[in-house]
């Protein structure tokens, strides 16, 4: 995944109100320095180049184009000055099991108003299993529209109250009841999208409730991509993680329908769409069976393999068993829907070959300038784009024990928009690693501007949130948008560009024309809130009230927590 902005709205200076960490002892942390060419634009040009080349075939986990990318990544880190950072092996193996659907039958919607409804696979919707079955087959399943498909007893909050769901499917929205906020107050945090709006939640709570299927209706401003995005990424082979002897509860059939498409559904059940979608806004919403049913089949190849996480190490020289976390996604979709000159490989230049080169030039500049006194890791991640999978799992399996991880950065995908007068925080006022990033930004004429769009839940959709909902604090930034050459216009016209003619798609190339610039200051920014880090002696927390403060906390009680003390 990769967040794109729509607009940049509002510039202001992040507060760094309510911390409990000494600020001063920030403030008084010297500034790393950033050598001339110790950050080499000539290593991210050759890293990007070499990884979203054809010969890498769109980097999908457990083909030909991962060994390649494995090989070359490793040689890169071992080139850079890295060490080893999995005891004495550069790789973690992350078991996944790989499901490819197949013989799509059409989705046959019966028993409403008029005539039964054929809806064609891939154009009108799209589907998946979880589950590890060679044929899946959902017959004269009742639908059930659920509202936003929530169950959140802190809020008091359920779309399922009452309802038995065992054989139904449940037909959800997307995003969370408060989509469409001006502000950032709400049970669901206004218009900052919440857990609760996810995809992956949503087919998560519907198989707890026992459902038979999940199907969530697109729409693009809610959901922040097209509908081309759900199709290019819910077609062809699907990775997750192997579940073992335990697998968690589990839908059928989880997929997608058009909002068009879902209209005409709720026209055939006598229902307006419109209507219940503004019903399911509300706390107490009921939810409404549709007295239609749905029914659908398709055969599933199924694979299983090991993919793997690349780990590379710089000791630290005093504090070695302390860890500042770098990560990026080595993966991308492989080969994929082909553009219409025939090229079928989604090189994923921009997601993510730029985010992993960054990661060898970091390594190679902090290297070049000594060992910190705490050890610097750079993890390299599979399974990004099939949801976060390789980061979960080094998180659920961490090689260096998470309360003893100072906290970390995450690189996910660098526009190339040029020289940027701002630099994009995702999540801002999350975390106290605020204060390492206004202190870094001290040298640079840049001002930090909050996610313009938090409705679209980016903080929760790359490899930093496999970390942060287990308490390790995590700063992911992004380019600015306010360019120095054409402002914020010129900003919004290069995401744009990349969003509809790119992202996902098989044109996500390399160019040797592109501005470096702008990518190259956001380096040198990482470099200096990395080095701070590593140098000092804190411990950065979530701020009072975050989501994820209370399981830092537990993790750092424990006893030997570096994080503890
Ligand atoms: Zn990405």
């Known amino acids: 995944m990769k967040r794109f902005l729509l607009a940049a709205t509002a510039t202001l200076l992040l507060s760094a109100c309510d911390m409990s960490m000494d600020k001063g002892a920030v403030t008084a942390l010297d500034m790393p320095d950033v050598a001339d060419g110790t950050l080499s634009e000539e290593t991210m040009k050759r890293v990007t180049e070499r990884l979203a080349s054809d010969e890498f075939e769109g980097r999908a986990p457990g083909t030909a184009g991962e060994e390649k990318t494995i090989a070359y990544l490793i040689e890169e880190f071992e080139k850079a000055g890295l060490e080893p950072g999995n005891n004495g092996s550069w790789v973690q193996d992350v078991p996944l099991v790989e499901i490819t659907g197949k013989d799509f039958a059409p989705l046959t919607i019966a028993g409403g108003k008029g005539d039964t409804m054929e809806l064609a696979y891939a154009t009108d919707w799209v589907g998946v299993t979880y589950r590890e079955d060679t044929k899946t087959v959902l017959e004269d399943s009742e639908l059930v529209f659920v509202g936003y498909g929530i169950n959140a007893p802190e809020k008091g909050w359920n779309d399922y109250e009452g309802l038995d769901m065992k054989g139904k499917t449940a037909v959800i929205l997307v995003n969370d009841p408060d989509f469409g906020a001006e502000t950032l107050e709400g049970p669901f945090n206004g218009k900052a999208m919440t857990y609760y709006g996810r995809w992956t939640y949503k087919y998560e709570e519907a198989g707890r409730q026992g459902a038979a299927g999940a199907i969530i209706i697109h729409d693009t401003a ?46 055939a059940a006598g229902k307006d769409l419109g209507k219940l979608s503004a019903a399911a806004r509300e706390k107490g919403f009921k939810a409404v069976p549709l007295g239609l049913t749905a029914s659908t089949s398709f055969t599933n190849d199924i694979r299983t393999f090991a993919s793997k996480n690349v780990i590379g190490v710089l000791p630290g020289s005093e504090r070695a068993d302390e ?13 994929c829907t082909p553009a219409p000159d025939g090229d079928d490989i989604c090189n994923g230049a921009v997601d993510n070959a730029t985010g992993t080169a960054a990661l060898v030039a970091l390594a190679e500049a902090h290297a070049k300038a000594g060992p910190a006194k705490r050890s610097l890791v750079f993890l390299a991640v599979t399974a990004e784009e099939s949801g976060l999978l390789g980061a979960d799992y080094y998180a659920a399996n961490p090689v260096f024990p998470l309360n003893k991880t100072v906290g970390g950065i995450n690189m996910d995908a660098f526009l190339m928009a040029g020289a940027a007068k701002d630099v994009t925080v995702v999540g801002p006022g999350k975390s106290q690693l605020d204060l390492f990033l206004d202190k870094a930004l001290m040298n640079d004429d840049r001002v930090t501007t909050p996610n313009p769009n938090p409705e679209a839940g980016y903080y929760y959709r790359s490899d930093h949130f496999a970390f942060a909902k287990r308490g390790v604090p995590m700063l992911y930034l992004d380019g600015g948008e306010d360019l120095v050459e054409g402002g914020p216009d010129a900003g919004a016209a290069v995401a744009a560009e990349y969003r509809e003619k790119r ?26 809130i990395g080095r701070m880090l590593a140098d000092s002696t804190s411990w950065p927390n979530w701020n009072e009230g975050d989501e994820f403060k209370a399981t830092r906390d537990q993790d750092c009680a424990a006893e030997g927590a570096g994080c503890g003390a």
């Open 503 to 528: 992202y996902h798609g098989p044109k996500d190339e390399y160019d040797s024309n592109w501005d470096w610039s702008g990518v190259m200051s956001d380096l040198a920014l990482f470099y200096r």
């Open 323 to 335: 860890y500042v976390m770098h990560t990026a996604h080595w993966d991308h979709l492989g080969r």
């Open 222 to 267: 809610p959901a922040a991509y097209g509908w081309n995005v759900v199709e290019s990424s819910w077609s062809g082979p699907q990775a997750y993680a192997a579940r073992g002897d335990n697998p968690p509860p589990m839908t059928q059939v989880n997929g997608w329908v058009q909002k068009p498409v879902a209209e005409r559904i709720f026209k």
